[in-house]
């Protein structure tokens, strides 16, 4: 990032203390910039629209549009915002549905400053912001029924090439593009063919669901 270019965000919080409370963490970051904030869906999906901001908080249990209902319509509003989903530790099943729909990633409500700071700068880089510290309440979770037969998921580990398994375990590490061709020796080019097929055969089609995949089936 330049010295003079900051990310511009939209705080989208219900509860007024914690936004309040994240606002004043922010807005001592030079490298950040609060251009709205919302207190429910309705609104967030105006200061999109107003302002396009390069990444929104976007609170999952917003009133009278939650953020999981507004995050479509913010994704149409403006494609190039990033989303960072702000949650509670109650809601696996919400933060799976917004991965699908298009966040960049999540931050519970008990996520240190610096977490949600670096977070904030990872997801406007393009990459996704997972807790590992929620990863085990994931597969702890009635989200488990959902999952594949045993068999299958050995299935799918064994279709991935060494390689493929060295750039998901990478990937798992939090590592972007550029940091796994480095620590691979190989070219960003060959990473992203790497990661197409990962994604192939672990039937996702983004990166923080073949994390979660790759936890899942036990790779480390």
């Given at each position: 990032?330049?010295?003079d270019e900051k990310?511009?965000?939209?705080?989208?919080v219900g509860h007024k203390l914690f936004q309040e409370g994240l606002r004043l963490i922010l807005s001592v970051e030079s490298a950040i910039e609060?251009?709205?904030?919302?207190?429910?869906?309705?609104?967030?999906?105006?200061?999109?629209t107003n302002f396009k901001p390069d990444l929104i908080?976007?609170?999952?249990?917003?009133?009278?549009?939650?953020?999981?209902?507004?995050?479509?319509?913010?994704?149409?509003?403006?494609?190039?915002?990033?989303?960072?989903?702000?949650?509670?530790?109650?809601d696996e099943r919400a933060i799976i549905k917004s991965i699908r729909a298009g966040a960049q990633g999540y931050l519970?409500?008990?996520?240190?400053?610096?977490?949600?700071?670096?977070?904030?700068?990872?997801?406007?880089k393009g990459e996704f912001w997972i807790e590992r510290k929620m990863v085990t309440r994931f597969l702890n979770s009635d989200l488990k029924a959902d999952a594949d037969s045993e068999d299958r998921h050995l299935n799918k580990l064994d279709a991935l090439t060494p390689r493929e398994q060295d750039v998901l375990r990478a990937l798992i590490k939090g590592a972007s593009n550029k940091e796994i061709a480095y620590e691979l020796f190989i070219s960003e080019k060959t990473v992203k063919?790497?990661?197409?097929?990962?994604?192939r055969k672990l039937n996702v089609s983004r990166r923080l669901e073949a994390i979660l995949s790759a936890i899942k089936l036990g790779l480390s």
């Amino acid at each position: 990032m330049e010295s003079d270019e900051k990310i511009r965000i939209v705080i989208a919080v219900g509860h007024k203390l914690f936004q309040e409370g994240l606002r004043l963490i922010l807005s001592v970051e030079s490298a950040i910039e609060i251009v709205g904030m919302a207190n429910n869906g309705i609104q967030a999906i105006d200061m999109i629209t107003n302002f396009k901001p390069d990444l929104i908080i976007l609170d999952i249990s917003l009133p009278e549009l939650t953020g999981l209902e507004a995050l479509p319509i913010i994704k149409e509003k403006s494609p190039e915002t990033k989303c960072l989903m702000l949650t509670d530790t109650r809601d696996e099943r919400a933060i799976i549905k917004s991965i699908r729909a298009g966040a960049q990633g999540y931050l519970s409500k008990n996520t240190s400053t610096s977490d949600i700071i670096k977070a904030i700068h990872v997801v406007y880089k393009g990459e996704f912001w997972i807790e590992r510290k929620m990863v085990t309440r994931f597969l702890n979770s009635d989200l488990k029924a959902d999952a594949d037969s045993e068999d299958r998921h050995l299935n799918k580990l064994d279709a991935l090439t060494p390689r493929e398994q060295d750039v998901l375990r990478a990937l798992i590490k939090g590592a972007s593009n550029k940091e796994i061709a480095y620590e691979l020796f190989i070219s960003e080019k060959t990473v992203k063919s790497h990661l197409n097929q990962v994604f192939r055969k672990l039937n996702v089609s983004r990166r923080l669901e073949a994390i979660l995949s790759a936890i899942k089936l036990g790779l480390s």
